[in-house]
């Protein structure tokens, strides 16, 4: 399938706001990233996936404060399917209250909806070794 450029630019438009509306606390607002049905997977952080998107808000409140306060994207990678899905890879960076900073990888599945591109899977994991903790061979 080939993805045309106002899709594209839509799909990325659409991870980006992930941080903004986290960052604002604007937490009514996720059905404008994520199908109703989203699967949200912090496996990697040893928790169990999220359904839904109402699972995704009540977990960010219930961190509170331990909660970035800085979330940013980066290095987005588009990847059309030949079944309308569409894959999308980035990098995340988190601030924290304290200046520490984290990273990750979201690795996204985005769906075409009614209201537009809606992301129905997004599994979370974490960056902690460089070079994915590959050594060179031999």
Not at 40 to 67: H, I, K
Not at 71 to 96: E, F, M, P, Y
Request: glycine content about 10%; overall charge negative; some cysteine.
């Amino acid at each position: 399938m080939s993805l045309a450029l106002e899709d594209h630019l839509a799909i990325i438009e659409l991870v980006s706001l992930h941080g903004h509306l986290v960052d604002d606390g604007s937490l009514d607002r996720l059905d404008e990233l994520f199908t109703a049905d989203v699967v949200y997977d912090l496996t990697d952080f040893g928790q169990e996936p999220l359904s839904g998107v109402a699972a995704v808000q009540e977990a960010a409140w219930a961190l509170g404060a331990a909660n970035p306060v800085a979330h940013h994207v980066t290095n987005v990678v588009v990847t059309a399917g030949t079944d309308g899905r569409v894959q999308v890879r980035s990098k995340g960076l988190g601030i924290k209250a304290d200046g520490s900073c984290g990273s990750v990888t979201y690795d996204d599945t985005v769906v075409p909806t009614a209201d537009g591109w809606r992301i129905s899977c997004r599994r979370v994991s974490a960056r902690r070794t460089p070079l994915g903790g590959m050594t060179k061979p031999g």
